[in-house]
């Protein structure tokens, strides 16, 4: 394991917020930036760059995405010529380089909703040229992106990679707000054209609505008496920073709770996250775009990080590789068949080697499919 560092609140809490939620006075994370020296890692075959310091993250279940879109691309051509892959969360870009790395010809295009993360990425992969781009969009854009690189949105994509949730390159500056270990402004949005922030739904919205955010999109049970707290403390002051939330959660719930099932901020803090940045509702719709811009032969492999995102991309794979034919007839009708098959059985997680060279991924859930030819489709 690599070392850790440690990083200290900007702002003194009272003492039984600190006392419950010790990370807030400091947090040892291996994703902190500068917690670990530059070195090289060989994975599937390449070596990729692990610098925390420089990139902030390192990426997951590298070795298996690289062997589950490797089909698809050396289809193409023996090094990847005229194949092209989309990483869809581009991130500080380790996926992608990975993949320019095993891959001598194939083109990558890099999506991402942060400004700073893409231009982190297009740094790191400029060694690339021509066969790397990057993109300012959301995952829920991929017929865009596509066709400011040149492509059709549909049938013209051999590979399309998603790493869902918060990176930790964004975790790491404590500015953006989205880790409950630092006290930082109360933003959360992972890109800055967005209006709305985490202190905005804390300081306007009303009780119920705030209750329905934190139960449906953080399954947390203590929603109710988290939002009724939320509304009594902004009567006298207005939430600015995480701090004043983690101490108001450590007030809101019940001490048994606070105890058990890791850190109480963590569900609360999801919640407002996924709200700011409408994620469940661009991965509803970056799914079916995914899976219309693949070539026949082409797969879609997608990391997700909590029960909420795993379960869509569960329930939009359990539909594109079912068969269409109406209940109660005999036979297949054609055409009517499955368009994809699935590539994993139920969702792959990481082995305890990876999590112990990576703690991002012990949570982490992956799926995979492939579009069928029209040979296995006949």
């Not at 062997?67 to 500080?92: H, R």
């Not at 891959?103 to 690339?128: H, K, N, Y």
């Not at 068949?337 to 012990?362: C, M, Q, V």
Request: charged share 25%; with cysteine; glycine share 8%.
């Amino acid at each position: 394991m690599a070392g850790t560092t440690a990083t200290r609140a900007s702002r003194s809490l009272p003492e039984p917020a600190l006392a419950y939620f010790p990370n807030v006075r400091s947090t040892h994370s291996g994703r902190d930036l500068g917690a670990r020296a530059r070195r090289r890692i060989r994975c599937g075959g390449v070596t990729v760059t692990n610098d925390p310091g420089r990139f902030g993250h390192i990426p997951v279940l590298l070795d298996r995405c690289i062997d589950l879109l490797a089909p698809a691309v050396l289809a193409v051509s023996d090094d990847g010529t005229g194949a092209v892959v989309i990483d869809a969360t581009l991130g500080a870009g380790g996926h992608s380089e990975a993949i320019l790395q095993r891959f001598s010809g194939v083109r990558v295009i890099g999506l991402d909703r942060d400004p700073s993360a893409l231009e982190i990425a297009s740094d790191r992969l400029a060694p690339f040229g021509d066969r790397f781009t990057a993109v300012y969009a959301r995952y829920d854009e991929i017929a865009r992106a596509l066709a400011e690189s040149g492509y059709p949105a549909t049938n013209s994509v051999d590979g399309i990679l998603f790493d869902l949730g918060v990176s930790s390159m964004q975790l790491d500056r404590t500015e953006r707000g989205f880790a409950y270990s630092v006290d930082a402004p109360l933003d959360m949005r992972m890109d800055y054209r967005l209006s709305l922030t985490a202190a905005d739904i804390l300081n306007s919205y009303e009780q119920g609505e705030i209750a329905a955010i934190l139960r449906e999109f953080g399954e947390e049970k203590f929603a109710g008496r988290i939002a009724a707290a939320v509304v009594r403390r902004r009567r006298t002051v207005p939430f600015r920073t995480t701090g004043e939330l983690v101490e108001l959660l450590y007030q809101a719930i019940p001490a048994p709770a606070r105890r058990t099932g890791g850190h109480p901020a963590k569900r609360t803090f999801q919640a407002l996250r996924v709200a700011v940045n409408g994620e469940l509702d661009s991965l509803r719709a970056a799914l079916p775009a995914a899976l219309a811009a693949t070539r026949p032969g082409g797969r879609v492999v997608v990391m997700a990080y909590q029960s909420l995102e795993d379960r869509i991309v569960k329930n939009a794979f359990a539909a594109a590789t079912a068969n269409r034919t109406p209940e109660g007839l005999p036979m297949e009708l054609p055409g009517y068949g499955p368009e994809f098959t699935t590539l994993t059985r139920g969702a792959e997680r990481a082995d305890a080697a990876e999590i112990e060279r990576n703690p991002r991924s012990a949570p982490v859930r992956l799926r995979a499919v492939a579009r069928l030819t029209d040979e296995e489709r006949s």
